[in-house]
């Protein structure tokens, strides 16, 4: 096994000994498939945070196979739904152009508690590994503790951190920092901004003043705004993503702490709902644990305990 898998293996652990325990629940002592059979599978793939809409896909897909005589089985089910996942996963797949020229400034957003400053620091770990020139930008000036935490991440990675006093305006930090990243000609600038409540107007109005204010000194930027959302939150990261696009264009997904949750079918309903590119899972605590998604990876560990 490789060494990448194996990270996925370990990292979705949680969620597939979870997910195996409440399919496998639906096959004991069934001779026979009826709707009552069907409905128990039903629940047991919306508890798994599959989402209403890819689960009653899979049944229908289920139920006809079963009435043609296709499906017989319970291994058969298990392969229609693994399928059927697998297929959600690989559309509209994306990675992180590293080969470009000019500058990319990536704006991290997301809800209070989701991970967004570790994961802005893991990014910048990673890049810099591909020996790209990074900044990063704490935008969080409500929290000081985010921009000492930041600060850190600058240290560990060698990497500039553009940072003002507590309180300070976030949009002007914002300004200034793609200045200093397109004077010093930077790869990538990664804009830590403030955790926000998706449903909280006043805020979600100032994020998107930080984008306007930035767009004025690089009219691209930017050109990635990646929302990353906390596995833990199960179906609820559905609408922090409704909402955060609304706002601010989000182009990208990273979905965090999975290795400590059984709720990552969530990752799963998001993309069927949403269909934006997953870029990285938050797969450990380590600086090495911001993996790059794998459609493949991920429904192979998911499914692991059907073998």
């Known amino acids: ?22 399919v496998k629940g639906c096959f004991v002592e069934n001779l026979e498939w009826t709707d009552e059979t069907f409905e128990k599978l039903e629940a047991a793939l919306i508890s798994s945070d599959f989402g209403v809409q890819l689960t009653l896909r899979i049944i229908d897909n289920i139920r006809e196979k079963y ?4 499906v017989k089985t319970g291994s058969d089910i298990i ?8 297929t959600v996963l690989e559309k509209n797949n994306k990675v992180l ?59 560990k990675t060698d990497t500039y951190v553009v940072s003002a006093k507590h309180g300070a305006d976030s949009a002007s930090v914002a300004f200034d920092a793609v200045e200093s990243a397109l004077s010093k000609k930077c790869d990538f600038l990664i804009i830590d901004t403030a955790g926000r409540q998706h449903n909280k107007k006043s805020l979600m ?7 306007r204010t930035i767009s004025k000194v690089y009219p691209e ?10 596995g833990s939150t199960g179906s609820n990261a559905i609408a922090q993503a409704r909402e955060f696009s609304k706002v ?26 949403m269909n934006l590119p997953i870029l990285y899972l938050g797969l450990g605590e380590g600086k090495n644990d911001l993996q790059a998604f794998d459609a493949q990876m991920f429904t192979d560990s998911l499914f692991e305990d059907f073998r």
């Open 79 to 86: 392969e229609v739904t693994k399928g059927e996942v697998l």
């Open 248 to 273: 601010c264009g989000v182009n990208g997904l990273i979905c965090t702490k999975l290795d400590g949750t059984f709720k990552g079918g969530m990752v799963v309903g998001i993309k069927e709902e």
């Open 67 to 70: 009435r043609q005589g296709i």
């Open 97 to 155: 152009d590293l080969d470009k020229n000019d500058l990319t400034v990536i704006l991290m957003v997301g809800v209070n508690g989701s991970g967004k400053t570790t994961t802005t620091g893991k990014l910048a770990y990673l890049l810099s590994k591909k020996k790209k020139k990074v900044m990063l930008a704490a935008c969080d000036t409500f929290r000081a503790a985010a921009v000492d935490q930041l600060k850190l991440w600058g240290k």
């Open 221 to 230: 930027a930017p050109q990635k705004t990646l929302l990353v959302v906390d």
């Open 1 to 22: 096994m490789s060494s990448v898998l194996n990270k996925f293996h370990k990292g979705l652990r949680k969620t597939a000994v979870s997910f195996s325990r409440k």
């Open 205 to 211: 109005d100032e994020l998107s003043k930080v984008i």
